[in-house]
């Protein structure tokens, strides 16, 4: 399952749900992330989470849009996962580079965003009992 968060706090909530529930999930920055806060800041957010839960089948993925040149400077940071619009100018360059790391770029939408949630948890553990019910 892939949630999009917006901030340490979220990334904290959904990861928690997480562990509790026992399931993997991939954390997912919103659309052009690395516009707003930059790859080093959701990369810096994805390591207090390794750290705080370092049991945690978490896995992070930057949202680069349609934006090659960030999701390049992601990979250069150090990113697993990245998303990238497929129509994007350079996106078979980016796929190679993607390939030769080892990093996967992820293709669809996230499960869920957690934008204009109130209660994280209870978002996420919906979206886990509405994936193993159907």
Same mark, same amino acid.
């Given at each position: 399952?892939?949630?999009?968060?917006?901030?340490?706090?979220? &990334?904290?909530?959904?990861?928690?749900?997480?562990?509790?529930?026992?399931?993997?999930?991939?954390?997912?920055?919103?659309?052009?992330?690395?516009?707003?806060?930059?790859?080093?800041?959701?990369? /810096?957010?994805?390591?207090?989470?390794?750290?705080?839960?370092?049991?945690?089948?978490?896995?992070?993925?930057?949202?680069?849009?349609?934006?090659?040149?960030?999701?390049?400077?992601?990979?250069?940071?150090? &990113?697993?996962?990245?998303?990238?619009?497929?129509?994007?100018?350079?996106?078979?360059?980016?796929?190679?580079?993607?390939?030769?790391?080892?990093?996967?770029?992820?293709?669809?939408? /996230?499960?869920?965003?957690?934008?204009?949630?109130?209660?994280?948890?209870?978002?996420?553990?919906?979206?886990?009992?509405?994936?193993?019910?159907?």
């Amino acid at each position: 399952m892939q949630i999009v968060v917006h901030d340490l706090a979220q &990334a904290m909530a959904a990861a928690q749900c997480a562990v509790a529930e026992g399931h993997a999930l991939t954390l997912r920055t919103p659309p052009n992330a690395g516009r707003v806060l930059g790859v080093g800041g959701w990369l /810096a957010l994805q390591n207090a989470v390794a750290t705080a839960l370092p049991s945690a089948n978490i896995s992070f993925c930057v949202d680069c849009g349609g934006h090659a040149g960030d999701a390049h400077a992601a990979l250069n940071f150090g &990113a697993r996962q990245i998303a990238l619009d497929p129509s994007a100018p350079g996106y078979a360059r980016i796929a190679d580079i993607a390939e030769k790391t080892g990093a996967a770029i992820l293709d669809g939408q /996230a499960t869920l965003d957690l934008a204009f949630e109130h209660d994280p948890a209870q978002a996420i553990r919906r979206a886990f009992l509405a994936t193993t019910t159907t």
